[in-house]
């Protein structure tokens, strides 16, 4: 017997009923619900200042897995005490923390110079710190005072508690944020945290007194060893950065579907559901195909998924899935006794937030593409140690000669990976590396029974199906750039032009071959889209020293339409794209239209707000990032910003081009406020496609003005533009509304 343990006094707790039950679950779901309730809204009050970067998300996930961490700490600390004192101090807790009511952001602003790798967790750890730490200690602590109250095995528990976070994550982007302006989420939010603190009231009112005693003769349980602790750390460690470099994959690399990033998170929280439940039958199931599915899914990880994205992105979360349900059920086959519940969760939030921290903090600063995937994908192949498939190959890796034959096995994999992708004189063909992804596959198959073969061969296939490729990028000076913001790569595209990619998203072409071909302005910006009118046409609407600004760098290609005695500032968010942008190894825009034109660097709607009022006759919006829009800047307090930065007689263009999202309405709504709109919706032919890559594009041009618009209208052509199409009853953005739903494309373009 442990010396000095605390035993539950079992004279002072009654008979545990169904509805007592009931009490516990349902205050381990609301803490949970909540929890997961507050993450987006949090997320969607700091869009203003944070923009809405893949790399945002990930950062406040960090956050939230520290303050998680922090929680299961002090539930683990607050377990040393008597029963009765957990709840005096636990619901202090809540009362002190109720005084950050109504939840809302810290008045901290990012000075000029801000990393937003540090700024960003800094200002969401001021605005909900307290009150995320208070409730996300409920799941351990609860099933800790389910256990004392005499409720018996309380790990099935958890499984609750993820249903309750999955409900709330769900909650947010179908009902309440599309339902509730800002203001009122934070009102709802806060009186559920009333609520819970009730409930919370009311299982500390079932806590029997706890007596500490020496000399008793009952069986008390070892603390797990340190061995054993280390263990759950990494089997929690590898699916939580798995989630983060899945989504961060998912939402960069395959699709940058709006509200996509729901998907990974959603389904991590389900797999703890499934691999705690009582019934073990889908998660022993999901246990032993988690093998046979990281195979199929190493196929697209560095796959260019532009044909086939729904595909990839399907086995991508479905893997990621797997993964999480078979490593979180080893977890679940190896914990404590109840005793050291809290010690188990403690280590598994430490997991957590080591896998937060190298997917938001470590890999940003050392991959320049999202390498964290892949070795999270082989992490998680070394994790699973399957067994062989067949009684043959189980015999075989227990001979003698088993490892050498094993380390051969695994330099031949990778030396076969290579032929995939058109090494030693072999053509670089489609059907050549499916044909050796088959052959891996098999292998792969085969050496299931040996954990260095199966690793290898999931590296292997990796490679072959174009890891290689993206290998060679990174090592070509220059080609492939990381940052905060994104992943972009700069690679040829045919013999006579270069590319500029973020994810899937083309941000800029440039054709190659003379000074005049790489002068010429394509892709979006083409000389009949929206804004290459506006352009073309600034001399002869605000004659030749017009004042021209343009939200959203890219690769310099507005800077082409430039004249002489124009004044041009570019505003761009990622300093990273200037230093691509202005680098004549990779585009030359900058370099032969505007040397030294300044590039302003900051968040648009910051920027703008610190610059002098009436100080641009044409401003162009193109800030959006692939197909992910930021709201902030298409609300209506945007818009005033806008409005507050051109001429009174000024022209406004926003890109409006997406796969996704039909934003017509969204700009209408706002343009109802005190300006008028026309849409130009730009098709290019096949020739233009094929020799000057002119892509098809939908500018909207707004202006204070009726006549400023006739103007520009005039000058290139009535039939060019066409009236805003308008949506009845749609309510125009806010930074206190707006919802991506009403305007989800259900059939893509």
């Known amino acids: 017997m442990q010396k000095g343990a605390i035993l539950i006094s079992t004279a002072a707790a009654p008979a545990f009923t169904s509805a007592q039950r009931a009490l516990f679950v349902v205050t381990i779901c609301a803490g949970s619900f909540l929890l997961f309730l507050v993450q987006p809204l949090v997320a969607r009050m700091a869009l203003p200042r944070l923009g809405g970067a893949p790399a945002v998300w990930n950062s406040a996930m960090l956050v939230y897995q520290a303050l998680l961490l922090g929680g299961y700490a002090y539930a683990h600390w607050l377990a040393r005490l008597s029963g009765r004192t957990q709840s005096v101090v636990h619901l202090g807790g809540f009362v002190v923390a109720a005084l950050m009511l109504p939840i809302g952001l810290s008045q901290a602003m990012p000075p000029a110079d801000a990393n937003p790798i540090l700024w960003v967790p800094w200002l969401l750890l001021t605005s909900i710190g307290p009150i995320f730490f208070i409730v996300s200690a409920q799941a351990p602590l609860m099933q800790r005072w389910f256990t004392l109250s005499g409720g018996g095995d309380p790990y099935p528990l958890y499984a609750a508690s993820n249903l309750g976070s999955f409900g709330g994550l769900i909650a947010y982007p179908l009902i309440v944020e599309p339902l509730l302006p800002v203001a009122q989420q934070s009102l709802l939010w806060s009186i559920g945290y009333g609520m819970l603190a009730v409930l919370v009231l009311l299982c500390g009112l079932r806590l029997p007194a706890i007596v500490a005693s020496t000399d008793t003769t009952a069986a008390i349980t070892q603390p797990p060893a340190r061995s054993e602790t280390i263990r759950w750390i990494v089997l929690a460690a590898i699916p939580s950065g798995l989630m983060l470099a899945t989504t961060l994959h998912l939402t960069t690399d395959i699709v940058a579907m709006p509200l996509l990033w729901v998907i990974p998170l959603g389904l991590y929280l389900l797999s703890f559901s499934v691999a705690f439940a009582t019934d073990r039958r889908l998660a022993d199931f999901l246990t032993r195909i988690a093998p046979l599915t990281l195979p199929i899914a190493a196929c697209g990880v560095f796959a260019d998924a532009t044909q086939w994205q729904m595909v990839f992105a399907g086995l991508t979360v479905f893997n990621m899935f797997v993964i999480a349900v078979a490593l979180h059920s080893a977890m679940f086959a190896r914990r404590p006794a109840p005793e050291h519940l809290t010690r188990f969760y403690l280590a598994m939030s430490i997991g957590g937030v080591i ?18 995937y892949p070795l999270l994908m082989m992490a998680s192949a070394i994790a699973l140690a399957p067994r062989a498939l067949f009684d043959a190959t189980a015999a075989f890796w227990q001979r003698s000669s088993a490892a050498r034959i094993a380390r051969f096995a695994a330099i031949a994999m990778i030396f076969v990976s290579l032929i995939g992708q058109g090494s030693f004189g072999i053509p670089d063909s489609a059907k050549i590396q499916a044909g050796v992804a088959f052959v891996l596959i098999g292998a792969i198959l085969l050496s299931m029974g040996n954990r260095l073969v199966y690793v290898a061969g999931i590296a292997a296939l990796m490679l072959t199906q174009g890891g290689w490729t993206k290998l060679g990028l990174s090592f070509a000076d220059g080609m492939m750039t990381r940052s905060y913001f994104g992943v972009y790569a700069v690679r040829p595209s045919g013999k006579d032009a270069r590319l500029l990619v973020h994810g899937t998203t083309v941000h800029g072409i440039q054709n190659l071959g003379s000074e005049a071909r790489e002068r010429m302005p394509n892709s979006y910006y083409a000389p009949l889209s929206g804004v290459g009118l506006a352009m073309t046409h600034a001399a002869q609407l605000y004659g030749p020293k017009a004042k021209i600004a343009a939200v959203g760098l890219g690769a310099g290609t507005l800077a082409c339409y430039a004249k002489p005695g124009q004044d041009w500032t570019f505003y761009e968010i990622d300093p990273v794209i200037e230093a691509i942008a202005r680098d004549p190894k990779r585009f030359t ?9 300044p590039v302003r660097i900051g968040d648009a709607r910051l920027t703008l707000a610190e610059d002098a009022a009436a100080s641009a006759d044409i401003l162009a919006i193109d800030a959006f990032s692939s197909d992910s829009v ?3 800047l298409l609300t209506r307090e945007a818009f005033e910003s806008y409005a507050r930065k051109i001429t009174p007689d000024g022209l406004l263009l926003v890109h409006i081009s997406n796969r996704y999202l039909d934003l017509a309405p969204v700009i209408a709504a706002a343009a109802k406020e005190g300006w008028v709109a026309k849409l130009r919706v730009y098709r290019p032919d096949k020739t233009d496609t094929d020799v000057s890559r002119y892509s098809a594009s939908n500018w909207v041009a707004l202006a204070r003005k009726p006549e400023r618009l006739e103007a520009l209208v005039a000058a290139s052509g009535s039939a ?7 949506r009845d009853n749609f309510e125009a953005w806010s930074d206190n509304y707006a919802s991506i739903l009403p305007i989800l494309k259900w059939k893509r373009d």
């Open 355 to 372: 896998g937060g921290i190298v997917c938001a903090l470590i890999a940003p600063l050392i991959f320049d593409w999202t390498y964290e």
């Open 630 to 632: 930021p709201m902030h």
């Open 720 to 726: 060019m533009w066409q009236d805003l199409p308008a």
């Open 589 to 597: 825009f900058l370099s032969r239209c505007l040397p030294g034109v």
